[in-house]
């Protein structure tokens, strides 16, 4: 069965420190890896697409990277508007075109 | 900025009732999928449409909840009878063609409540 697994499930940190998140698949046939950055009672926010193993992007404080069994999300110095939940998703071969989620780490930067 | 546009934001229904969700996709988006999540979890597919075409609506409970996007543009999520487990939010997301690999852009959400 298709699978994805984020840890830890919540994350402190003061802001400045640094530090990681991490998301194992174990999907047939990936055809991406996706992050979603997701605000109390809002909808997820698109934040990185990760297409083959080796791949890295990265936007503000955010650096995504993927390998052939999992991603992490590295916060560089983080700021307390960066506290929210970050979810991910991988979409695989051989099915419809859905996107299976994780459960999400939930960041949580303080002053 | 191109937006998914849902409503409404927030319900409150009593069991038994029927409820109704409307989304508006990204214009020129030709793929809309309907998500809930359950607090503390992720989002889970429900439906996708191709165009107005069902392409997978594999874990939609048929027998309570039903989905069109009659003219291949917005979409109408309807459940009746609603029942106490149905509360969640409920989520719509477009992307530009729906192959696996493309960005999924989603709305607010609507937090649906049954008592």
């Known amino acids: 069965e298709d699978q994805v697994t984020q840890s830890p499930e919540a994350l402190r940190l003061q802001e400045g420190e640094s530090s990681s998140l991490n998301c194992s698949y174990t999907v047939s046939g990936l055809r991406g890896l996706f992050w979603y950055r997701q605000d109390p009672g809002k909808g997820p926010e698109f934040l990185f697409t990760?297409?083959?193993a080796g791949e890295e992007k990265e936007k503000e404080r955010l650096k995504a990277t993927l390998t052939k069994k999992e991603s992490f999300l590295h916060i560089t110095a983080p700021k307390p508007e960066d506290s929210a939940t970050y979810l991910c998703?991988?979409?695989?071969?051989?099915?419809?075109?859905?996107?299976?989620f994780g459960k999400g780490t939930k960041l949580t930067v303080n002053p | 900025e191109a937006e998914v546009a849902q409503s409404p934001r927030y319900k409150i229904t009593e069991k038994s009732q029927a409820v109704a969700f409307w989304c508006d996709p990204i214009s020129g988006h030709a793929t809309l999928y309907w998500y809930r999540q359950i607090l503390g979890q992720g989002p889970e597919l429900l439906v996708q449409f191709q165009d107005e075409s069902v392409v997978d609506d594999s874990q939609l409970p048929k027998d309570r909840f039903s989905a069109e996007r009659l003219k291949g543009v917005d979409s109408t999520l309807k459940i009746q009878p609603a029942e106490l487990g149905d509360s969640a939010m409920y989520l719509c997301a477009s992307s530009f063609l729906g192959l696996a690999g493309d960005e999924q852009y989603f709305g607010p959400g609507t937090r649906l409540t049954v008592t």
């Open positions: 990760l297409y083959s």
């Open positions: 998703a991988a979409s695989f071969q051989g099915g419809s075109e859905k996107l299976v």
